[in-house]
């Protein structure tokens, strides 16, 4: 058995490993890398290996970063089956329409810009100050125009051609990926049809089990069941988001959500902006602030939940009771009853919706995706808010290196959002604690037990200042062959 690595490696994007079996080439996943325009769209647009020569995709959930790039493997000649659970085909089908419509759009406004802007030019002082009076967004510059005509990476008949090649499998069946290889999933956590992967692949010597976890989940975390434990492997490939990090409990996670809407609150203006992925931490956030209108003081303030894909993925959730726990059986009672929170929540659905929100004088907290702020409605909201001291933006996620949401993390004073140049003064705040991935010990947890029987543990999906500390602990829990492997390099498992 041959692995290979083809993003998601040293970083938290574009997950897509290569499993070579004496039967055939398998993907674990095919997601789409996020980042600078220039890199993400270079390294989206070609795979590193032949798609032709793919005989299934085994799908561990519905993420773009995981299944972003599935509707460009039929065009490039992949013939095969994607396996996923349920849930994550459901799931699939809106994230990749989504995708493909934005995808679509951002071609088209910056093919617009390019005709109409050919060359850079500079604001002066005088039209910043004139900008600055006027309560627009302050632009300091026009961020430079790609150079050739953009073509989106996929379009809606691509989608529809890979979700075709779909096949469903409810969690604990076991399925044939391709003659030799059995495969089996369990419930990860993360998101509604998530799941970690089990393999049984027929090899000369005998029968070698490998483990993917995807993204994994912790336990504890609302709406969802727990995951379910990790089971022996020969071979285990996990993800590392958060392998030198622990998350605060979600008790102290709600109340400092609390805390910014009551901020909110007391101005009486302006936004709390929340970017979200529109399929898991905004149906968490919604969770999260029923209980928060339910239980504390909030004034005037209202909700809008401003992405088509969320209120889709939100209307596929809730259609899946069966998947809950107890606690949100209980908050989804409260919800239906139709209490302040349901009075105050909308979402909207068109264009001019979404403009709407920008010309309400009210105090509102927006959801809106995506949630690195790299593309989709967010963007625009950041771009009216930014700059004004009444606007404070939540970061609630996992910010990947080069992602707008990481400049603004890491303190950036100035950004470029639709090419062109802001000034900051949005207060930004972390709030971590709504991660539906394991951290440091919840990996340790579900991987030591493990480590005396494993042969290999491949460490992806984790920036080396996370997946390195995860690595050295593991070897010191039993593992006696730990990878960080490196792309495009086939690793003997």
């Not at 989940?217 to 709406?223: A, F, K, N």
């Not at 440091?440 to 390195?468: C, K």
Request: charge should be neutral; aromatic fraction near 8%; glycine fraction near 8%.
């Amino acid at each position: 058995m041959e692995l290979s690595f083809f993003g998601a490696t040293g970083e938290t994007t574009g997950s897509c490993h290569l499993l070579k079996a004496p039967q055939g080439s398998i993907l674990l996943d095919c997601g789409l890398f996020q980042g600078r325009r220039a890199e993400a769209w270079r390294r989206n647009s070609q795979f590193g290996f032949d798609p032709r020569g793919i005989a299934a995709v085994v799908q561990s959930h519905a993420h773009i970063d995981h299944s972003g790039r599935l509707p460009m493997l039929p065009a490039a000649g992949f013939r095969g089956e994607v396996h996923a659970t349920p849930g994550t085909r459901d799931l699939c089908e809106i994230m990749l329409l989504d995708s493909a419509q934005i995808q679509v759009k951002d071609a088209e406004e910056l093919n617009r810009r390019r005709a109409r802007e050919r060359t850079d030019r500079r604001w002066t002082s005088a039209a910043l100050t004139a900008a600055a009076s006027t309560g627009e967004p302050e632009c300091l510059a026009h961020g430079p125009l790609p150079e050739h005509e953009v073509e989106p990476l996929y379009v809606e008949q691509d989608v529809r051609r890979v979700l075709r090649r779909f096949v469903s499998h409810p969690y604990g069946e076991s399925f044939e990926v391709i003659p030799g290889v059995r495969g089996r999933f369990h419930d990860a956590g993360h998101i509604l049809g998530s799941a970690w992967v089990e393999l049984d692949v027929e090899e000369p010597g005998g029968t070698t089990k490998l483990v993917f976890t995807g993204d994994f989940g912790r336990p504890g975390q609302p709406v969802l069941r727990d995951p379910e434990p990790l089971c022996a492997a020969d071979v285990y490939i996990s993800e590392s988001t958060y392998g030198d990090r622990s998350h605060p409990p979600f008790e102290d996670t709600e109340a400092e959500l609390g805390l910014a809407v009551e901020r909110l609150a007391r101005r009486g203006r302006g936004r709390l902006i929340i970017p979200v992925f529109a399929v898991g931490r905004a149906q968490n956030l919604l969770y999260t602030l029923s209980r928060v209108f339910r239980t504390r003081e909030v004034g005037q303030v209202s909700v809008v939940v401003d992405s088509p894909l969320a209120l889709a993925a939100t209307q596929v959730v809730a259609r899946h009771t069966e998947c809950f726990d107890q606690e949100t059986l209980a908050e989804f009672a409260h919800f239906r009853a139709g209490g302040l929170f349901e009075k105050r929540l909308r979402f909207t659905e068109s264009v001019e919706d979404s403009k709407s929100v920008n010309r309400d004088p009210r105090p509102l907290v927006v959801l809106a995706a995506s949630g690195m702020l790299e593309s989709g409605r967010v963007v625009h909201h950041v771009a009216w808010n930014v700059s004004r001291e009444d606007c404070e933006i939540l970061i609630v996620g996992y910010q990947a290196r080069a992602t707008l949401g990481r400049k603004l993390l890491d303190g950036a004073r100035e950004v470029n959002l639709l090419g062109r140049r802001f000034l900051v003064r949005a207060t930004i705040t972390p709030l971590f604690g709504f991660s539906a991935h394991a951290d440091r010990e919840g990996l340790i947890a579900a991987l030591a037990p493990h480590g005396a029987r494993a042969r290999t543990l491949f460490l992806v999906h984790g920036e080396d200042d996370q997946r390195d500390p995860l690595a050295r602990a593991l070897r010191e829990r039993g593992f006696r062959r730990v990878e960080t492997p490196d792309d495009g390099r086939p690793y003997s498992a």
